[in-house]
C-alpha cells in the first residue's frame, strides 16, 4: 500500500475519506486516483514511502510563499547548470567522484537494477519506479532515497529531445550517516516501532535544494578546494534528510548498522555472501531471531524476502559481469553462486525479460540500459 502525506481541500472530507477507504487496498489504482487529483490541485505529497499508510500531514515545502518561489528558483537554475554539463547521452561524471549527471532525451524501457544509498533528484522529466509491489511516479523537484541496497526497476517517462530527463545523483554511505547522526546529536523516539522501507519519494525542500545547488555550482566550476567542499555540502544534505519528514528512515538505518545480530546483520551476511547457499532457518539462527520475525522485518525493509534478495543480488552481480565484459554466460552463473545453468537462464529471463545472451546483445547495440542512475 502506497502511504501519502497529502494536502488536501477537504471541502468535502467526509466523503472522500469514506472513497479512499473503498479503494485503498488496491495501490495502482490509488497512484492513478491520486495523480489525478495532484493534477487538479487538489493534493500534492512530500513523500512517498512503500509499505505502511500514514497519518495524514500538510505539505512542508518551507515556511512561506516566498521560501517555496526561491526552492523552484534554485531547481531552475540546477536544471540550466546541469545543461550545460551534461552533454552527452547517458551519464556525466565530473571532478566529485560522488556527484553524477544524467540525461536521457528518449524514454526508457525499464531498467532493472538495485537501489544503493542514494539521493537522486528529477531537475526535468519524469520516471516510474516499480519497487515490491508497487508502481510510483515521480517527476521534477522529486527526488528519490535509498538508505539500503535495493532490488527496483524504473523508467524513464513523458521526454523527448527538446525536453529530456535530467537528473542529478549523490552517492553516500551508511559511514556518511553515521558520522552525521552522531556528530550532530540526533536522535529519534518513534511513537511507531515498525521498521520502514529503506526508500522513499519526496519533495525537494529549500534547505535541500539550496545545498544541491551549491554542490552543482562547484562541480560546473571546481577550484582547489572541491574536495574538501563537495564533502561538507554532502553531510548538509544528509542534515537536511535526517531532519525532515523522512528522518526517521535514515535514522532506523543508522541503528540497523549498529546492531551485532538482528536485521541489520542478516542483510550484511547475504550482500557479503549471496554467493553461498543458505536457508532461512540458517540465517535466523545466525542472527539470533525467530524464522517468522526475520522473514517479516526482512520484508518491511528490503521489500522482498531473504531468499529473494539473495537471487536478486545475485542476477544483478551475474547481468554486471555479463554486460562488461565477454565472460561466457555458464562461467557468470557459477561465480554468482548458480550450479545449474537452465535455472539461471530461467531466472534471468524472468527477471530482466530476455536471456543473458539476448540481453548483452541489446545492451552492446545500445538498445538496453542498467538502472544505476538517477
Known sequence: ??????????????????WLKRIVGNSLFLLKACTKLQSAGK???????????MEKQPLQYGNSSKES???????NQMLEMAQRIALDEGRTQGVIPFLTLIRHSRPTSEMTGVLTPSICLILQGAKQ???????????????LVSVIDIPASAEVIGVGRESPYIGLRVDFTTEDIAAVVMEAGISFNPVDKKLKTGAYIGQAAEGLAESMHRLLKLAEKP??????????????????????????????QFMLDRQE?????AIRWIKENYARPFTVKELAKLTNMSVSSLHHKFKSVTTLGPVQYQKQLRLQEARRLLLGGSIPVTTAAMEVGY????????????????????????????????????
Open 1 to 18: 500500500m502506497i502511504p501519502f502525506f497529502l494536502e488536501c481541500d477537504f471541502a468535502k472530507a467526509a466523503s472522500r475519506t469514506l
Open 43 to 53: 493534493w500534492s505529497y512530500p513523500f512517498v514511502q512503500v509499505g505502511e499508510c
Open 69 to 75: 518561489s526561491q526552492t523552484r528558483i534554485y531547481l
Open 129 to 143: 519506479l516499480h519497487l515490491g509491489q508497487e508502481i510510483i511516479d515521480y517527476h521534477a523537484g522529486d527526488y
Open 223 to 252: 577550484d582547489a578546494a572541491v574536495g574538501f567542499l563537495s564533502s561538507l555540502m554532502k553531510r548538509e544534505m544528509l542534515y537536511h534528510l535526517l531532519s525532515g519528514d523522512a528522518g526517521h528512515i535514515f535514522y532506523q
Open 261 to 265: 545480530e538482528g536485521i541489520g546483520k
Open 339 to 374: 550450479d545449474n545453468a537452465a535455472q539461471f537462464s530461467r531466472e534471468y529471463r524472468r527477471l530482466f525479460g530476455m536471456s543473458p545472451s539476448k540481453d548483452r546483445k541489446a545492451f552492446r547495440d545500445g538498445n538496453q540500459t542498467i538502472l544505476d542512475e538517477s
